[in-house]
């Protein structure tokens, strides 16, 4: 990262140029597909793999489709006056997302809590933050980090709470590190860090 960027500008910043998936980026992965295949020694014209190169080019352009979403996309308006002033928490959230280091999946909850500051986000919304900053190639600690930096340039909240736990496909397929682990990450900003009663609701909510 640059100096003094966030989590969340770092990952605006490697994506702002990356341009929309069209037919001529289908066929260069489609090609990419075919060519790994043949390298790790199947035959592509067999019937069963026919088709497999197109079927696993759009299903990867699916599961990356965050890098063609922006946050005012996501968002479109859906903020909203109240006067509420208490923890608003978005449990059990699903998430699903691609290591960037193996490209398998890691799969999971994120939970999402912000106390308003004046402003609500629409309750789907919070669902689909989380999505879009998924649907990258990631690791579950920026992840985590990008959806609270999201949040808070989003409603300026007095604080955002954010925990992802998920199973990493990358250790449990591999090797002698096969296990049924949990990865468990944290972000808390604002008074989610600076309060420690605030913390405390926070931890006691997950546990409901």
């Known amino acids: 990262m640059h100096n ?44 069963g793999l026919l088709r497999t ?31 509420a002033s208490e923890i608003i928490l978005v449990k059990d959230i699903e998430l699903y997302s691609m290591c960037e280091h193996h490209l398998l999946p890691f799969i ?7 106390i308003p500051n004046g402003k609500v986000i629409g309750l789907s919304k919070v669902a689909r933050l989380v999505d879009v900053f998924a649907r990258r190639l990631q690791i579950q600690e920026n992840l985590t980090v990008q959806i609270a ?11 955002v709470g954010i925990v ?16 049924n682990s949990v990865m468990k990450t944290s972000c808390l900003l ?5 309060d420690a009663r605030t913390r405390s609701e926070f931890l006691s909510l997950l546990k409901d």
Do not use: W
């Open 53 to 83: 190169p197109t079927r696993a080019a759009n299903a990867f352009e699916f599961l990356t489709n965050g890098y063609r979403q922006s946050l005012d996309d996501v968002v479109n308006g859906a903020i909203f006056e109240s006067d």
């Open 4 to 47: 003094h960027e966030t989590e969340l500008e770092a990952a605006e910043r490697r994506i702002r140029n990356i341009p929309r998936c069209g037919a001529a980026k289908r066929a260069s992965m489609e090609q990419s597909f075919l060519e790994l295949l043949q390298a790790i020694g199947e035959d592509p014209n067999r019937e």
């Open 190 to 194: 604002g008074v989610f860090k600076e």
């Open 149 to 159: 930096d999201a949040l808070m340039k989003t409603l300026r909240p007095a604080g």
């Open 108 to 114: 999971g909850r994120a939970h999402v809590a912000y």
């Open 164 to 179: 992802v736990e998920a199973k990493h496909l990358c250790m449990m397929m591999r090797g002698v590190e096969k296990q």
